[in-house]
């Protein structure tokens, strides 16, 4: 089953604090784990940060729903326990509990009011009521949307740049990788291989231990299982035993296995993952606006 949405999760979430004991947040993910059956691979599935787990997320944000209407409250840190009216709420057996069931106690409807404003909601075009994510998730979204888009527009730019400008664009997102001591011994390493194989090494690490050949090809067309072939027989001419093929494109499926098996480590990177690391590393790209999202610090309160 997929992981279910946090609305739907309210309801169960609160059954399973009326028993009256307070609980560990903990407590209430794996209660919920097994009252919904989750596989592993359900339970590990993260957020697209791969900051924390989907799963915890929603039932943070359920619990967090449940406690602004006053249906259980905190009772010491980290624990929470049903209320009054919690124990009320479940006595009437409802069908479900979501944001519109929750917004008949002022409470909630308070926090509502603060959380977000009509004007907001009228340019979002949408409201928590219907919606399966969390406020995480939307914003974690919306970020994936904005990070695809511009590695579309990179990918674009990278096909029409010029082989040499490619290369040292290579170099630079390598560099930012962490590899290659500096850029002076990189730009030194570039086209000096004098093999038609290999556009350039690149050192590893800053010590130079081991060395990285490159083929670096700004193609439209797929690359195939011969052109690897063929740089893996130039790493062999150098006795080189990495390497690192680079293109606009991609690889057929051919290729990406022929890179598996074989007893060299070679290394394929599309131009999809390219534009990735550019994005990742600054290169060719710049902030423009940066958001910090904040959480309560529960040590800072413990006293209380």
């Keep these: 089953m997929a992981v279910p949405d946090y609305q739907a999760i309210m309801l169960p979430l609160l059954r399973f604090y009326g028993d009256g004991n307070e609980h ?8 919920l784990v ?23 997320n929603r039932v943070g944000w ?20 049903i209320t009054v009216r919690g124990q009320e709420v479940l006595a009437a057996k409802p069908q479900s509990i979501n944001v519109d069931f929750l917004s008949q106690f002022e409470e909630f409807k308070a926090f509502r009011s603060r959380k977000r404003s009509k004007e907001a909601e009228q340019v ?50 390598l560099l930012g990788m962490g590899y290659g001591g500096t850029r002076l011994d990189a730009g030194r390493a570039i086209g000096r291989a004098g093999d038609g194989g290999i556009d350039g090494i690149i050192k590893e690490d ?11 090809k700004r193609w439209d067309s797929t690359v195939g299982r011969p052109e690897i072939q063929r740089f893996v027989g130039a790493l062999t001419g150098q006795k080189a035993r990495k390497g690192v093929f680079i293109t606009t494109s991609d690889f057929t499926d051919d290729a990406k296995d022929y890179a598996a098996r074989i007893e060299l480590k070679v290394v394929l990177i599309n131009g999809e993952t390219l ?23 529960s040590d800072y309160f413990s006293e209380i």
């Design 124 to 173: 979002s075009g949408s409201d928590d009521i219907g919606n399966e994510r969390t406020p995480e998730e939307t914003l974690e979204v919306a970020y994936e949307k904005i990070r695809d888009d511009l590695a579309s527009e990179l990918l674009q730019r990278l096909k029409t740049c010029p082989p040499a400008f490619f290369e040292r664009l290579v170099v630079d997102v």
């Design 62 to 81: 359920a619990r967090t729903y449940l406690k602004h209407a006053c249906l259980i409250e905190p009772t010491r840190r980290g624990f929470n326990r």
């Design 206 to 216: 800053r010590l130079g231990l081991d060395a990285i050949y490159i083929q670096a």
């Design 24 to 31: 560990a947040f903990s407590e209430s993910v794996e209660a």
């Design 275 to 297: 534009a990735q690391f550019m994005i990742d590393h600054n290169v060719g790209v710049s902030t423009t606006a940066t958001y910090e999202l904040k959480r309560i610090d």
């Design 34 to 56: 097994s009252f919904y059956k989750l596989t592993e691979e359900e339970r590990q599935q993260m957020l697209p940060s791969g900051q924390q787990a989907l799963f915890s």
